[in-house]
């Protein structure tokens, strides 16, 4: 492959993983908190056609896109008010709204089918987009594809090095130690869980309005189910969460561009083939298989790379709290 | 700061757990609170450190009325309790941990809190690495790390809820001594127990509670009988239990060796008779876990030969055990000693069951009595196990274990019961003996080993001690032992 078209790849596929970023960093904000809002595939769906549809109808690429957070806010307050107050399981309110949204989605969406719409302009950074590999990979998108950065870079501080951070993280780790300590619970995990809605509704537009154009039946099925998979065996650790969701952009792109190379191939294959191997690369990267691995390296490696590989669910994870 | 609760009444559902508690505990000394399991020492002291809230009467702080919508509210008024269970976050670090709740705003200042984490770990002579998690402390230290943290948030009332369940004789003695300090500074200390030897050790006054009443107040130098009477309106004397005449040889370890990836048990030689009760000491984690485990059949062995009664009995399956009649009770009741959300009396028909397809529902019902009678269960046949008491969950448990036994394994038979419950189960265990059956029990209540016992071993990192005889040995000297050290 010629330098410059694996450059154009990789860039591609930077553009085409943002919205698992936003997705997969939404739910680790979630689930840090302690609350599993597993709505994730019909909340993109839904917030994906509102966007466009929003963005359509007010001419305002800015208006869709808040449109689509606060959908994804809304059905984040559903999951958050079913499992804080009503104290009903995670799991079943997930599922039930994933199918609802789905459903709303292409009832609600159908006037937008198939038509030409807005999309977020491109946007090279000037100066920085000229240093040679780097620039073209991470600096020639569009502002939401810089916005996925930044917001990596922050939910990694956030969690790991400020005094909120250590207040969310022990609300899911264990929420009657946290309230021992004067944090307000159950405000915490609303808090969280809204916001982290907010970013996969952020997720959807991306997906409408930058990524896969437009509006269609079904039009982003399955990719939060990807995101879901992805924060669980990123460890919910954000830079393993964004790394996944760039892993399994890199193996979307590789079928894509294999497929030409084996025409006799049906090309459902290569459509399925990313899923298959990610489902081999995170059992390689979370099973046994990994401690085995660990345990044949010099110690002082293995130390090192254990800590990096750790992964746990916060231990209060879909558990309703409640004081004395 | 002056202490006075006045009629105070707390309920849960049918059961009165406070009953117009009236009492003023004075600045600058060590309070003890005793009283035997559910006498109310617990629910008095989360309404004082704002977990719960009462249902009638009032608490007041050198004599201003005070309620505390939650635990923060109580440490603003300084007040700060420790659980039996540390209230910390086992994935986050110490010095995370000891910071969280502490300050305001989104910077974290690590620097100045690690150095206000070494500084007060110093003063009481706690080693706590910063670095290290909670979860890979032992629990003497998480209960260290709570103490300094609420100290750093300037308590003036520090209540400790049966602070001395499992930690090392070191580690209490160190806790002793802080205590000490503290209440020398002005603090006052509300140790709440159900050990009489370490309220009289330690505190200035206690009260006794039982029953959810305050039946008397008693300075220091106390007198154990009167205390004993107050706890229990009754009292007995311990020790002086029967001997029994060893038989044959019934278990014959040789060589065992257990690995697990935190801990190797190796070199494990013991012969164990009929009717002889072995004590097994140590920190906890420090092997005693898998040789019972072993022992039981329910972990491999690396090498070495396990004989039951003259049989091979190394690799067996653990069915193979149990048709030689050995028994294994776990210290964790609920999740390995019995099924949570299962009913007493289909406990029964579990453990007694006899092969048909369909249960027969009226001889559980009359097993599970007979249990109840038996055991003196406080519960009903249809009572859920998991609604039980910790004290009845055990009897339940003893209840359910085979008639004529070989060996009986036990972890903590005794752990959380109250003087008179754990006589009573001792009495039971021990009348086994005439049926030939021999005991293996943990414990890290040196009292109970050392009453108990024919021989003790001790547990240290992973390596056993020679046997020595109960009889010939100090709780000070097996205190040594469990440290690693030659008395």
């Known amino acids: 492959m010629a330098p410059t078209l694996l450059v154009q790849t990789i860039s591609s596929v930077v553009a085409a993983s943002t919205p698992l970023v936003f997705a997969g960093l939404g739910e680790t904000l979630t689930e840090k908190a302690g609350v599993t809002n597993l709505s ?85 950074i000037p100066g920085l987009v000229a240093i040679p590999v780097v620039g073209p990979i991470l600096f020639n998108h569009n502002l939401l594809v810089y916005l996925s950065f930044a917001l990596a870079i922050g939910v990694w501080l956030w969690i790991g090095h400020t005094r909120q951070g250590l207040v969310l993280r022990s609300v899911g780790e264990r929420p009657e130690s946290a309230y021992a300590r004067g944090v307000n619970v159950h405000r915490t995990r609303y808090l969280y869980t809204l916001l982290g809605g907010a970013l996969v509704g952020l997720a959807g537009a991306t997906y409408s309005l930058s990524v896969k154009l437009g509006w269609s039946h079904r039009h982003t099925a399955g990719e939060g189910w990807i995101a879901l998979a992805i924060v669980i065996f990123g460890g919910w650790s954000p830079w393993r969460v964004v790394l996944g969701a760039y892993f399994f952009g890199a193996l979307k792109s590789l079928g894509s561009l294999m497929q030409p190379a084996f025409p006799d191939v049906p090309t459902q294959v290569f ?5 298959a191997l990610m489902i081999v690369v995170l059992v390689l990267a979370s099973g046994d298989l990994k401690e085995r691995l660990l345990a044949l390296m010099h110690p002082r490696m293995r130390r ?21 | 700061m002056r202490i006075e609760f006045r009629n105070l009444d707390k309920c849960y559902g049918s059961v009165r757990a406070n009953d117009k508690i009236s009492l003023t505990l004075q600045s600058g000394t060590i309070q003890g609170l005793l009283g035997e399991n559910g006498a109310g020492k617990t629910t008095l002291m989360k309404i004082l450190s704002g977990y719960t809230r009462a249902d009638g009467g009032e608490v007041l702080l050198d004599g201003t009325a005070v309620t505390f919508a939650s635990p923060a509210q109580a440490i603003a008024h300084g007040i700060g309790m420790l659980h039996q269970d540390p209230m910390d976050v086992p994935a986050l670090s110490v010095l995370d941990n000891f910071m969280l709740g502490a300050g305001r705003g989104l910077a974290q200042q690590r620097k100045r809190s690690a150095a206000q984490l070494t500084e007060l770990s110093r003063q009481f002579g706690f080693a706590l690495d910063p670095d290290a998690t909670a979860g890979s402390l032992s629990v003497g230290e998480r209960q260290q790390l709570e103490l300094v943290r609420l100290l750093a948030l300037g308590v003036q009332v520090v209540v400790l809820d049966e602070p001395t369940t499992g930690i090392s004789e070191p580690q209490k003695l160190l806790l002793f001594a802080a205590l000490r300090k503290l209440a020398e500074q002005g603090l006052t200390v509300i140790f709440v127990s159900h050990k009489l030897a370490e309220v009289e050790a330690l505190c200035s006054r206690a009260v006794v509670l039982r029953t959810g009443r305050v039946v008397g107040e008693v300075q220091a130098p106390f007198s154990s009988d009167q205390l004993v009477m107050m706890m229990f309106g009754q009292c007995f004397s311990r020790g002086g239990r029967p001997a029994a005449p060893l038989g044959d040889e019934v278990l014959q370890l040789d060589d065992i060796a257990v690995h697990t990836h935190q801990l190797s048990v190796e070199h494990i030689s013991l012969g164990v008779r009929a009717g002889e009760v072995i004590g097994l000491a140590g920190l906890e984690g420090s092997g005693q876990r898998l040789l019972m485990q072993a022992c039981a059949g329910i972990r491999r062995v690396g090498s070495g030969r396990i004989t039951l009664a ?17 028994a294994f009770v776990p210290a964790a009741r609920l999740e390995e000693g019995m099924i949570a959300g299962l009913q007493i009396r289909e406990h029964v028909a579990l453990a007694k069951g006899n092969g048909h397809l369909f249960v027969r529902w009226d001889e559980a019902e009359a097993g599970a009595r007979r249990l109840i009678d038996e055991f003196r269960v406080v519960g009903q046949p249809t009572t859920r196990v998991q609604e039980l008491s910790g004290g009845n969950q055990q009897r339940t448990l003893l209840g359910l274990l085979p008639e004529h036994l070989r060996l009986l394994l036990l972890e903590h038979p005794t752990r959380g019961l109250d003087v008179e419950s754990s006589r009573w189960i001792w009495q039971r265990l021990l009348a086994r003996r005439a049926d030939g059956t021999a005991i293996l029990f943990t414990s890290t209540d040196l009292d109970e080993l050392v009453d108990h016992s024919d021989r003790i071993v001790v547990f240290s990192g992973g390596a056993m001690s020679r ?9 000070e000297q097996l205190g040594y032992l469990i440290g690693g050290r030659h008395a």
Not at chain 1, 271 to 275: I, S
Not at chain 2, 467 to 475: K, L, R
């Open chain 1, 40 to 124: 994730l595939d019909g909340t993109i769906l839904l917030s994906a056609m509102t966007a466009f549809a929003v963005a359509y109808l007010s001419g305002s690429l800015l208006l869709g896109i808040l449109a689509a957070m606060l959908v994804g806010a809304l059905i984040a307050l559903l999951v958050a008010w079913g499992s804080i107050a009503l104290k009903q399981n995670q799991v079943a309110i997930g599922f039930v709204l994933t199918l609802l949204c789905a459903d709303l989605s292409s009832f609600l969406g159908r006037p937008f089918v198939r038509i030409p719409g807005p999309s977020v302009p491109h946007l090279p």
């Open chain 1, 271 to 275: 459509q399925a083939a990313p899923f």
């Open chain 1, 304 to 324: 090192l790379l254990s800590g990096m590989v750790r992964a746990g669910p916060p231990a209060a994870l879909g558990k309703p709290f409640e004081p004395d």
């Open chain 2, 310 to 326: 003259g049989q091979d009995m190394t690799h067996e399956p653990y069915h193979r055990y149990l048709q030689e009649r050995v």
């Open chain 2, 467 to 475: 046997p020595v005889s109960a009889a010939d040995v100090t709780c």
